[in-house]
């Protein structure tokens, strides 16, 4: 008797639970007014882990806030800037620029935004760790309601960037002054926030007094939804119950392709993925030697197992997109002959060399690692791959530990975000520790050089020069892949991943 | 009986600070700056610096443990260094889903497991038998990530019956709990199996038949009553594993529970989470520990006679 009632006691305590956190799954059949599914639903690949805009650095979260913020700029999908909260801009000299703030723009709370908005966003920004977002920024003077002056600290061609970058999202000032819990959830987006439940999902409906009526959201709702296993992100796509799965895994596309109710997008990514040296440890201070290595290493194999030859081969150091993007240097193509001509030259006719390569535990690092492996042997270098969790790998990094490694770098807006942060001297991400007066001279240049041929030519100077010396060795750019329901539209995807959903919907069908 | 189970909750304090020394101390360790982590990628050595302040990161770990352990004796388990959210709350948010799916997947578990394993003991040596036990080894040599994909493609795609993954009622409960509550099926009926063999032969199962009790009450009243503790023990122990977390059953199934809390923010270095995250699981092992005492006592009256004496 006793049996029974603890078994149905457990079998009530389940079911109550269950009725505990039953909610009403969003019905994304439904259809509103304008026959657009009313809840547009994204499978993300990656957990959300904080909505603060100043706190937070993970590319899911500034995709979600890029629907509920905005920016005084507009980076669009061409690489240019185009006004946003701020109507224009104009610089009266090399370190003042002026911003005509837009009237119209208002917060979620109804409450207009002003100069005064801006400026305490921007010091907001400046006292956080998010300061690398506003880096040359002095001060703010408010010059009257709706124009603000931003003092530099000397010009650079980067600044507007800034203003465009989502950390930088112009923040409510009578949110924060007024005590309320999470003030950084006021924006001036198109939607605005509704819920996040930790590892469920977040939530944000449409702002309907949005000040922007033409560039209003289309879906009532956008939900995303964290399904970190890929095939599991694939299966809820084919089933319906999202109707974006980012990142399908490559190797099932082409199921996902012959899926009628999904479409494959494929577009040239911007995430460069490349073996690197460190250039302070011997032997790998010999510039001979890592040309040897770079014309040892087989870009097609390693390209085939890490994304099954989706992506392109590349020679240069800097992302594919970015502003000055120049890939027709020579370089170290494969060819193993030279390999072994430039092992020679380096002192090493017969290799005889062991080394250490270390990896992220994950892929596609873990195959890349095998065919440079393989690569590597062939010209005489034993490589002993170490497997270890990104935060170890960063670490060792930057302690100059590592011998050589692999990693990958994902920029498409800011240049120097590249030159400046992966080559200058004494760059936190400057995991080669190389240190080149020439590099760090032309780096300077492209940054404050405000003639734009000019300014090219020492950008196209600068990728040759670092493809020759040569503390990275650039492998492939994966292509952005993507899934969705065949009826999803508006503009809204970025080759770095940085989309945005703020006009995307789901059309009825027609039929 | 109050003053053993009082007993007990005293005796999880040490455990619970033995627990707490171990995970701070070894997430300490494990390489990795959570600094650098917390500040990202294009972070400036300032910045670093800066955030390593703010997390107090700078202390001699010793002191860091003893603030942590300061707060937790208040209650505070501390703030995120990655989400900025309070410990408990965000634990505490995350452990409904995980209480449904444990206690889910426990009762599949033991409908399915006791009385298949009460039938292979019955027949043993028998086709009968050998089915339950190659059922059984299945159960245990097959991964759940492996079956929690198949039930998806079976269950959700291709029958649509179920969602393949999210937390929205008990219809998504159904495939996650199927697919842990078949991986501890598979332990519980070879427990089940052994112990009602044992008690199958003893002297006092003969005397019951000799009376001219019916089979069905000599196996399910004078076997099973005997043969429970072992099994109890076994289910309270894969309770025990099950609310610490299934992270790959609830990778699968995007089921936002402990595990995928722990594991997410393990990656992370975030001390914190992990720490607080884990002294909370072992504070549920010690609830599941003594409830599993105190079940002892309701099946067997030798045990509860024990508690009554003391």
Not at chain 1, 75 to 98: Q, W
Not at chain 2, 114 to 124: D, E, F, H, K, S
Request: hydrophobic letters at 40%; charged letters at 20%; glycine letters at 6%.
């Amino acid at each position: 008797m006793k049996k029974r009632y603890i078994l149905i006691g457990l079998l009530i305590l389940t079911v109550l639970l269950a009725g505990c956190g039953a909610k009403k799954a969003a019905n994304t059949n439904d259809l509103n007014n304008d026959g657009i599914k009313d809840t547009l639903v994204i499978g993300a690949a990656a957990e959300i882990n904080t909505l603060d805009l100043l706190s937070q650095n993970d590319q899911i979260n500034n995709i979600v806030l890029k629907t509920t913020h905005e920016t005084l700029l507009y980076p669009t999908n061409d690489g240019k800037f185009l006004p946003k909260l701020a109507e224009s801009y104009e610089y009266t000299d090399d370190t003042t620029l002026v911003l005509k703030l837009n009237p119209n723009v208002k917060f979620h709370d109804g409450t207009p935004m002003t100069a005064e908005d801006v400026k305490f966003t921007l010091e907001l920004c400046l006292n956080s760790t998010a300061s690398s977002s506003m880096a040359g920024l002095v001060s703010v003077d408010v010059i009257d309601e709706y124009t603000v002056q931003l003092n530099l600290e000397s010009y650079n061609n980067e600044f507007l960037v800034n203003l465009a970058s989502v950390p930088v999202s112009i923040q409510s000032k009578k949110a924060y002054d007024s005590g309320m819990d999470q003030p950084y959830l006021v924006g001036t987006g198109p939607y605005k926030f509704e819920e996040w439940k930790s590892g469920e999902f977040v939530s944000v409906v449409k702002n309907e007094n949005y000040w922007d009526a033409e560039n209003a959201g289309k879906a009532d709702k956008i939900i995303w939804k964290p399904i970190l296993e890929a095939s599991s992100r694939v299966i809820a796509l084919q089933n319906g119950e999202i109707d974006v799965c980012i990142d399908p895994p490559i190797n099932e596309l082409d199921s996902l392709e012959k899926d009628k109710n999904v479409t494959v997008l494929e577009k040239p990514g911007t995430r460069l993925f490349y073996f690197a040296f460190n250039v302070t440890k011997e032997p790998w201070d010999n510039k001979t030697l890592r040309q040897a290595v770079a014309s040892a290493i087989n870009r097609d194999d390693v390209m085939e197992v890490a994304v099954f030859g989706k992506g392109t081969k590349q020679t240069t150091i800097l992302n594919r997109g970015l502003w000055g993007f120049y890939d027709e240097m020579e370089g170290f193509p494969y060819n193993p002959e030279r390999a072994k001509e430039l092992m020679a030259e380096a002192g090493y006719p017969d290799g005889g060399i062991t080394a250490k390569l270390l990896i992220a535990n994950s892929s596609p690092y873990t195959n890349i690692a095998t065919v440079i492996q393989a690569n590597l042997k062939a010209i005489g270098i034993d490589v002993v791959i170490e497997e270890v969790e990104d935060a170890t790998l960063k670490e060792a990094s930057v302690k100059g530990e590592q011998e050589l490694y692999l990693w990958r770098w994902n920029e498409d807006q800011k240049v120097d975000w590249v030159y400046g942060d992966l080559f200058r001297t004494g760059s936190s991400y400057n995991y080669q520790h190389f240190s080149d007066e020439h590099a760090d001279d032309l780096i300077q240049k492209v940054l404050v050089e405000p003639d734009e041929k000019k300014r090219y030519d020492y950008g196209v100077e600068l990728q040759e020069y670092l493809v020759e010396e040569c503390p990275q060795v650039p492998l492939y750019i994966a292509n952005l892949v993507i899934a969705y329901n065949k009826n999803l539209k508006g503009d809204y995807l970025f080759g770095g991943g940085n989309h945005d959903w703020s006009h995307a919907y789901v059309a009825m069908e027609v039929k | 009986m109050w003053k053993y189970i009082l007993k007990r909750l005293i005796q999880m304090i040490p455990a619970i600070l033995i627990t707490s020394f171990i995970i701070y101390f070894s997430m300490n360790l494990t390489s990795g700056d959570p600094a650098m982590l917390v500040a990202g990628e294009k972070a400036t050595p300032a910045q670093v610096e800066q955030v390593r302040q703010e997390l107090g990161l700078n202390d001699p770990i010793v002191i860091r443990y003893l603030k942590y352990m300061g707060g937790m004796i208040r209650g505070d388990l501390g703030t995120s260094y990655v989400t900025k959210q309070d410990v408990f709350k965000t634990f505490m948010s995350r452990l409904p889903a995980t209480l449904e799916l444990s206690f889910a997947s426990v009762l599949i578990a033991v409908l399915v497991s006791i009385p298949l394993g009460i039938y292979t003991a019955v027949n043993q040596n028998s086709w009968k038998d050998t089915a339950g036990m190659i059922f059984a080894l299945f159960g245990v040599s097959m991964p759940n990530f492996w079956l929690g994909l198949m039930l998806i493609v079976l269950f959700s795609l291709n029958l649509g019956w179920f969602p393949s993954s999210g937390r929205a009622g008990f219809q998504s409960l159904v495939l996650p709990a199927v697919t842990v509550g078949l991986g501890l099926a598979a332990l519980i009926t070879r427990t089940t199996r052994s112990s009602m063999l044992d008690v199958i032969r003893q002297d006092y199962m003969r005397t019951a038949r000799a009376k001219g009790a019916s089979e069905r009450r000599v196996i399910y009243k004078h076997g099973l009553n005997n043969a429970l503790i072992p099994i109890i023990t076994v289910i309270g122990l894969q309770l025990s594993n099950v609310l610490t977390g299934s992270v790959l059953a609830e990778t699968v199934f995007s089921w936002p529970g402990i595990g995928r809390l722990i594991f997410d923010h393990i990656s992370k270095r975030d001390t914190p989470m992990v720490t607080g995250a884990i002294i909370m699981c072992s504070i549920l092992m010690c609830l599941v520990n003594l409830v599993v005492d105190i079940v002892y006592a309701f099946f067997d009256p030798r045990i509860k006679a024990q508690y009554v004496q003391k």
